[in-house]
């Protein structure tokens, strides 16, 4: 088995078991239950020919090419996973510049932001590991030259915290098998227990996994297919339904299956947690300092 970590997005190859549909909370307390489940839906869809609501969506570009997601968090600030930013000989890479609120990043349309990056802030407990699963507290926050005229995410609130079996859903530039993702793409997936994530990662990998709250694991529930793709690490993991309020929980981080964009695969996918305390303090003493 291959454990797929540089860019992924998540191809999921079928449906949900059907819910009430009934909208999601703000996402401050304990949240999921069977009343909670959405609606029957295609598992992967285009986020639509304009972002709108979800502009916050961001791709780390270099030149015209994506490599990872991100969000916006603050007009200036993109939130990001660090193993897209290390260049594996103890510096990292600084992309040349983020584009917002693109649906497809070969066509640019009107309102759609291209903004350089001025700086970059790793977390100082990410690991440069030569196992995914040691990454830690894969985070990183782009710094923008400028001012960005979208709507950022809302951010989990101290104190949040997701039941297993709880809906979310993840978003990002997937390439969905070719060379570079174009398209914002987004499914449902469901939370997994600490102790359901071992169990997993050893019946598809084999081997050992300690239980950490510092990551959130989803995917791969009554055999879904939900494998991996290349393009979305750094993308979000959001809970809330339309309308939205959207609350991101956490930064895809590595994802574990046959294959990337294998079919039918059954996959399982690891965030950097949001809901973390140390990671949420971490964040906001940052975000502080930029303003």
């Known amino acids: 088995m291959t454990l797929v970590f540089a860019a992924v997005l998540l191809l999921a190859c079928s449906t949900h078991a059907s819910g009430s549909g009934r909208r999601l909370s703000d996402g401050d307390g304990v949240v999921a239950s069977d009343k909670q489940l959405p609606p029957v839906r295609q598992s992967v869809k285009t986020l639509g020919p304009a972002l709108g609501a979800y502009s916050f969506m961001a791709a780390l570009m270099d030149g015209n090419e994506t490599w990872c997601g991100g969000t916006l968090i603050r007009s200036k600030a993109v939130l990001t996973a660090a193993h897209c930013l290390d260049n594996e000989d103890g ?174 695969a059954v996959g399982v996918n690891w965030w950097a947690s949001l809901l973390y305390p140390p990671h949420r303090k971490w964040l906001a003493r940052k975000l502080k300092k930029l303003g």
């Open 91 to 264: 510096t990292y890479w600084r992309p040349s510049s983020v584009r917002i609120g693109w649906a497809d990043l070969r066509y640019r349309q009107t309102g759609d932001e291209q903004i350089s990056v001025k700086r970059i802030i790793v977390h100082p407990s990410y690991k440069r590991a030569p196992e995914v699963t040691e990454y830690g507290s894969d985070f990183a926050i782009l710094v923008l030259e400028r001012r960005s005229k979208k709507r950022p995410i809302t951010l989990s609130r101290p104190g949040s915290k997701l039941k297993a079996g709880a809906w979310v859903w993840a978003a990002g530039y997937s390439n969905m098998g070719k060379k570079y993702g174009t398209t914002a793409n987004w499914f449902w997936t469901q939370v997994n227990s600490p102790k359901t994530c071992v169990r997993k990662y050893r019946e598809i990998a084999g081997g050992k996994l300690r239980e950490s709250t510092r990551t959130i694991c989803t995917g791969g529930q009554n055999g879904r297919h939900e494998g991996v793709c290349s393009g979305d690490s750094g993308g979000p993991l959001i809970y809330g339904d339309d309308p939205g309020p959207y609350i991101q929980v956490g930064v895809l981080s590595w994802g574990l299956g046959p294959s990337p964009c294998a079919p039918g």
